[in-house]
């Protein structure tokens, strides 16, 4: 007799040179050799780590009889010391003197592998609010300096600059933040597979549990099919101290082509409305004293 935990546990994937392996509700799902498996976690003896981050699963077995290991090689090193340690931790409890059965009876054979399968802040609410109010205030008070003062050009660049000037911080804001979020993830992010939770194609939304037993979402900027996944399933890798930070697993040239454009385009629109809105005021203001003196 085994006894199990009803808590949900994360589903930590690991991604090796010749397939894929993460752990989906009470089963631990393997992709290898053109194969998709199931493995209940009831026909798992232990996860052990081998060299060079390779993951062996291996199954129960009578006594006297060799049980069955499956061997995935290639994968991170620490993607397969947390998948280790999740499986370990999940396994049911046998009860002293229960027969053991063969695992390798147990695996389900699902079918063939597709290269696919492979693989709101409210503390912070009043501080944006605060900036916008200021921003505006600032923004009003420097276009009301420049009719006051009869400078037409200078109140016309004011005032169409904060366009650009807004258009082009936001673009690169969203592409640092794009970066910081990629190295906080490979420093310590957790690599898991997320199983589709609502939508279709571009609106897809993915679920994942993190180590807490959480359950949350992720929604992709493209379909899944340019991250390597499909409909069904997708590697992503989420931040353990901020399960919210969550990316899919892509190469680094798909990242670096997320990140051009708005760098490429962020960088000379803020150039441009900062000369037709700050510069603006300093030259003014410089000009002022000049004349003054």
Known sequence: MEQASGRPVASIAVRGRNGSVWLEGRAVRLSQDGLQRRIPLTAVEEVRLGAEGSVEVVLTASPGVSPTVYR?????????????????????????????????????????ASPSARLPAPAGRWRSRLVITVSALLYLAGLAVFVAAGDTGRAMLWGIGVLPLGSGGFLLFLGMTWWYDRIVLNRRGVSVMATHARGFESRSHFAYVDLQGV???????????????????????FDPLRPTRAAPVAPGRHFAAQISGPLAIGLPLLALGLFMVPYQMVDFLYQGIHDAR
């Open 72 to 112: 995935l090689d290639g994968g991170a090193r620490r993607a397969a010391d947390q998948f280790a340690r999740t499986v370990n931790e999940a396994l049911p409890r046998r009860v002293p003197g229960t027969p053991v059965r063969d695992g390798e009876q147990l695996v389900e054979v699902l079918g063939t």
């Open 215 to 237: 359950k949350r979402e992720i929604f992709p900027s493209l379909p899944s099919r340019h991250y390597g996944g499909d409909y069904t399933r997708l590697a992503i890798v």
